[in-house]
Each structure stands twice: as C-alpha cells, then as structure tokens.
C-alpha cells in the first residue's frame, strides 16, 4: 500500500518570495506521483506529475517539482509566489498497476502582501 | 466542453436516511472515480467504475454503492447515513485507455449528515 506524507499544514509567505511545499511517499512499488491544487469552493486541479523521464517537471504557472526516488519525495517549489496562489496544495500518488490516487493529507499556502 | 459536472452542489441530510450523488464524466471520459474529503483532509478513494462495472474500490463499508450509467455518468448513494458521512464528495473522471494519468475533478457535493 502506499502512503503520502505532507509535512506541513500550513505555509505562510509574502508576495514574491520562494516556496517548497514538502511531499514524502511510501510505496514498495512503482508509482507515479501528482500535485493537485485546490481553490476555495472548488474541485482539484492537476498541477503536474510526474510519470517517468525528466526527474524535474514543470506546470505552465511557474511551479515545479523533482522526483526524488532514493528519498522518497516530491516536493514542490515556486520561485516567486503571488497572491493569486493562495490555495490547498495536495500531493498524491499512485501505483502504476492501479488506477486509486493516495493523497497527503494538504499543505494550506498562504501568500500575504 | 463542460467539464465534469456534479449534482447537487450541497445537500442535507439526517442521520439513518439515504443519499444519491450524481456526476458526469468531461467529454470522451469513460471511467469514473469517487472520492470522500472530510474536512481538513486529503481526498480518500471510494471506488472506480469503468464499463458500468465496478473496478477497483477503497475502503469504505457497503453502504457506499455506486452505478454507471451507457452514456458514463455515474451514481454514488449512500444508505443509513453516519455523522461521519458528513464531507465533499468529488467526482473524478478519466479518458480511455489504461493510461488513466490524469484524473479530472468536479467542484464536489457538499454533503451535511445532522
């Protein structure tokens, strides 16, 4: 079975500064690993993944987030945040024989001017 | 293209009735999956249906059932329901083929057990 952990709860920073919101998994098999974002009142959204190849993968919104196998994470990172981030970022991974996605448990940023 | 659509948006229920959740998959989707976010919680599967069968399904008692519709939509109901049923109910749906990497979310069913 596999697990995400998502360390933290909570992320406060200010507007134009760097990010990472922290993602460790367990599985004893392969898996492929997500970013999901979340705005209020609203459903998930695929921020991006990662399926094989590039151990660093990009979204079209300036985050991006690196596969790293011998630690078991995926943490995500922005350079520069703006206001219009603040949101619940999920991360989330499944096995490659099965279609069930396993989420952390969410990662609140809250970006202030 | 619509997206996935899911209905109603909240509902209000007491304790022991039951519930239909309804969704429809975005354009060219055929699998559909459900998943219960409790509040303050990551999304946990309930089940996937593909075919009008029921393929892969988490850990949740019977009282979670669910239907696929020919046309891909999808049911969920829930029978002799719980305080702790209280959640977003998300539906999720996927294209055709094994690949199956991208899931794409409805805004979710805002589910109230008093």
């Known amino acids: 079975a596999q697990s995400v952990t998502q360390l933290d709860s909570q992320v406060p920073v200010f507007e134009e500064a760097p990010v990472e919101l922290r993602c460790n998994y367990s599985?004893?098999?392969?898996?492929?690993l997500f970013w999901y974002v979340q705005y209020p009142n609203q459903g998930l959204q695929l921020l991006l993944k990662y399926l094989s190849g590039s151990t660093l993968v990009e979204s079209i919104n300036g985050f991006e987030a690196e596969f790293n196998k011998s630690q078991t994470s995926f943490h995500l990172r922005k350079p520069s945040v703006h206001i219009s981030d603040t949101a619940e970022y999920f991360c989330a991974v499944r096995n490659t024989g099965f279609q069930k996605l396993v989420f952390g448990t969410g990662t609140r940023l809250l970006v202030s001017p | 293209d619509a997206g996935v659509t899911q209905s109603p948006t909240h509902l209000i229920k007491t304790r022991g009735q039951q519930v239909t959740l309804r969704c429809s998959p975005k354009s060219g989707h055929d699998t559909v999956s459900w998943y219960q976010q409790a509040l303050g919680q990551g999304p946990q599967f309930i089940f996937q249906y593909y075919e009008e069968e029921e393929r892969q399904r988490g850990n949740f008692p019977d009282r979670f059932s669910g239907h696929q519709f020919p046309n891909y939509s999808s049911e969920l109901n829930v029978n002799a329901l719980l305080l702790g049923d209280s959640a977003l109910y998300l539906c999720a749906s996927s294209g055709p083929g094994l690949g199956l990497n991208e899931q794409f979310f409805g805004p979710g069913t805002r589910l109230t057990v008093l």
């Open positions: 599985s004893s098999v392969s898996v492929y």
